[in-house]
């Protein structure tokens, strides 16, 4: 078996995949973005088991915005993986058969996706409205509810458009991927005279 990485190489690093290294908008957003959340979630999470410890109460709105923050998460998580083609699928359907099967496949995965998270824009537009409409407050703290609600729409476009990518992109089938394995009918095919 070949390594995938040219000589002099570090051979710690993994190449880009195909999906990621055909992006237009750089997946590095949501690999920050990631980052960043967690980040902030574990400076939150430590800073109120230290305010506990020490004195015997917490912080009220640690949990509030922790709650948001792992939403946040998922969303930006999610986009990364509709973009990298790493959305949960089941693997015997999406990975067998034809290269012509697996593509018609991913590109219908990727439609799906796109229609889902273009209606869930669509819907949570007026939840923000309505939010901003009757100066709704979070139950915590007491902020506008839309601080929070306002990245629901913005991050289901984000995965609306890595959808749409994907799609365009004709559907990437796992076996194009070097990065992700293939099921033995398609390396067998691959090898065939």
Known sequence: MTSPLSPGENSGATPPSEAESKTRVPLKIEDWLTVLIMAALALITFANVLVRYFTNASFAWTEEVSIFLMIALSMVAGSAAVARNRHIRIEYFADSGPISRQRALA????????????????????????????????????????????????ISVAITLRAIGLMRRKGVAASDDPALPTSPEVRAEEHAP
């Open 107 to 154: 590109k219908f995965g990727a439609a799906m996706v796109a229609l889902l998270f273009a209606l869930i824009a669509a819907l949570s537009v007026r939840m923000v409205w309505d939010d901003i409409q009757y100066g709704e407050t979070s139950p915590g703290i007491g902020v506008p509810q839309w601080w929070y609600s306002i990245w629901l729409p913005i």
